[in-house]
């Protein structure tokens, strides 16, 4: 994404649409006054008229575990609502995973308060050297803790690949690794980067630069092409690519797979 040919306006709007797509995930511990823990996040994704949740399968597998697990209501400063436990579809080989929400009630109030995403919003990276990437999560040191709230305002992250060495297991087919250095580029300009506990399972997305667009919107110069798995500080950030998670898909939805590997051909840069 080449930011030299927005203006400060789509920009703005850029990153609030990459905000509310970001879904922070919360266990609610057994406790007096029941503290909540972020755990990670994901995106809420529909596809074949069922939404899911979409995140890294170590978090959806300690989720599944857990006695209660809340997610907000809507994109800010939202009330924590309880998410039924369904069932964890994971990928056997990587960190990906999805989990439908059960909840009718539940999954209008969401639909309502956060960017759901769909096949529409899938891509491709192209694997060049000069693509910028942008994440936004919610660090756990950034969350400040309420009784059914939560409350943050971390910056939107722009990042490129990395080019150093890559700890194994490393999959270039299947893996995205971003440089996270000591510094991050944001908006405000460079910022000291914050630890990532509590970003696991955000959506990855690539910048593409559509100027054939009848109308423009943030959607259409952006592409979502990985799931954020984990991180080594000051050095790099790890993702999955989102064809992995039309392979978790395919182990119990056909249909929704040809689906999404037709989107990711489709936005393929």
Known sequence: MNFSVINNEQRRQIEQFVRQSTVPLFIITKTPKGAKKNIGCGSFFRVGGVL??????????AASAATEVAVPSET????LRLLPIGDVHAHPEHDVAVMPVTDPSLVEELLAGWQVLEPSNLGRDSGGERELFMLFGFPS??????RDRYTTNPPALLLSRYRGKVDKPFNKSVDIVLGYAKEVRSREGPLPAPELPGVSGSPVWVGVNATN????????????????????PGTYIRAVRWAKVAEVFGSFDRGSQREIEAALEKHHR
């Open 141 to 146: 040191e950034l969350i400040e803790d309420g």
């Open 76 to 79: 800010f400063n939202g009330q």
């Open 213 to 232: 667009v009848p109308i423009w919107t943030p959607a259409s110069q952006l592409r979502l092409v990985a799931v954020e798995i984990g991180w080594k």
């Open 52 to 61: 899911y949740v979409v995140s890294a399968k170590h978090l959806l597998e």
